[in-house]
């Protein structure tokens, strides 16, 4: 509330000096003497005087806030909050005014008349300015509260996936590490701790932001399927069909994961003959879209209507739909040679997060 005080405060004095840059013109031109106190007094002290009473203002169009349609209880309000500002403008002038000599002592009332019409339009506009602005601070407050929220919700959704993908990944990861040891492959094994590692700096760094540009998270896939081939070993096979115009396009981090997951958990693994992922990337019509196609076994038949419980697929849904609403899509469907292909529409907008 101070705050607002002071910038009332610093916003109509200067309206003031402004109102009193005028009159003293005015009088000059008339050849009136008069003195620069007579005209910051009679133009700046109303404005002051009416600052303090900004917070009062303000609490009142809090009370009656203006609305679509808008309600006969907040019109009347607000018209006798502009009239109470005529009214309050008025008397002040007149008062400051009196004290100045400026009016006849015989006529303070007709000279409040006169100030009632003069100062209408002020009036009005500095009732509505301040009550505009107070809506204005107050929107502004509460969009920045929402985005420190979804920032928030981001986080803790990007941090549930992390959690998700730690032991579904890397604990098969050690195990075939472990294989390879035992096999006496000490290269294939060193060589796998070093993916292994990269795959740990990208999902764990604390400092990793919503989004990411699509070429980041293929780098991070390529690192994941590496590994995962290590482990498949003959029976994957993977392709990469990525625009180089849709790398550039910031994504949300670790959107394609999950659908790479469930593609080689759901899809492939449980198929004895070799299997194929593809991992698609285009820009078309002001979208971006992305599929992970896979050979595998396909959709359950009561996939679409059966309650599921994994997480992954619905945190990729909702983290979606949180960012971009109804603009963009997932859909996962047969593939044209079985398995399922898994796809993602984005809308290309700048600052696109999870």
């Not at 402004?18 to 007579?38: I, M, P």
């Not at 007094?41 to 203006?66: D, H, K, N, S, Y």
Request: net charge positive; glycine share 8%; hydrophobic share 50%.
């Amino acid at each position: 509330m101070r705050r607002c005080l002071v910038f009332a405060l610093a916003g109509f004095t200067l309206l003031g000096l402004l109102h009193a840059a005028h009159l003293g013109f005015y009088w000059h031109s008339l050849g009136r003497r008069f003195t620069l106190a007579d005209v910051f007094l009679r133009e700046v002290a109303p404005m002051v005087i009416f600052a303090l009473c900004v917070p009062a203002v303000t609490r009142w169009g809090e009370r009656f806030p203006l609305e679509w349609p808008p309600r006969a209880r907040a019109v009347l309000a607000h018209l006798s909050g502009i009239a109470g500002t005529i009214a309050f403008l008025a008397a002040v002038r007149t008062v400051i005014e009196r004290a100045l000599h400026v009016t006849a002592p015989s006529m303070p009332l007709l000279h409040l008349r006169d100030n009632l019409v003069y100062l209408s339009a002020d009036g009005f506009i500095v009732y509505g300015a301040t009550v505009g602005l107070a809506y204005a601070a107050a929107y502004t407050a509460r969009t920045r509260q929402l985005l420190e929220l979804q920032a928030e919700l981001s986080k803790a959704q990007l941090s549930a996936l992390r959690m998700q993908l730690n032991p579904h990944f890397f604990f098969n990861a050690l195990h075939t590490i472990g294989a390879l040891v035992r096999d006496g492959n000490q290269r294939g094994a060193v060589e796998l701790i070093e993916r292994l590692g990269d795959v740990l700096r990208h999902v764990v760094r604390p400092d990793a932001q919503p989004d990411a540009p699509l070429r980041t998270e293929i780098e991070f896939l390529r690192k994941y399927l590496e590994i995962e081939q290590v482990r498949f070993g003959d029976r994957l096979r993977v392709s990469w069909q990525v625009d180089a115009r849709s790398e550039s396009v910031p994504v949300p981090q670790l959107i394609l994961q999950p659908l790479v997951e469930n593609a080689l958990r759901h899809g492939l693994s449980r198929r004895a003959r070799a299997g194929s992922l593809t991992i698609r990337a285009s820009v078309a019509n002001g979208h971006l879209e992305m599929s992970v196609i896979d050979d595998g076994v396909g959709l359950p038949s009561d996939f679409h209507s059966a309650p599921r419980r994994g997480i992954g697929i619905a945190n990729v849904r909702a983290r979606l739909q949180h960012r971009y609403g109804e603009a963009a899509q997932l859909s996962l469907v047969p593939g044209a040679e079985g398995g399922v292909s898994a796809r993602i529409v984005l809308p290309l907008r700048a600052g696109a997060g999870a």
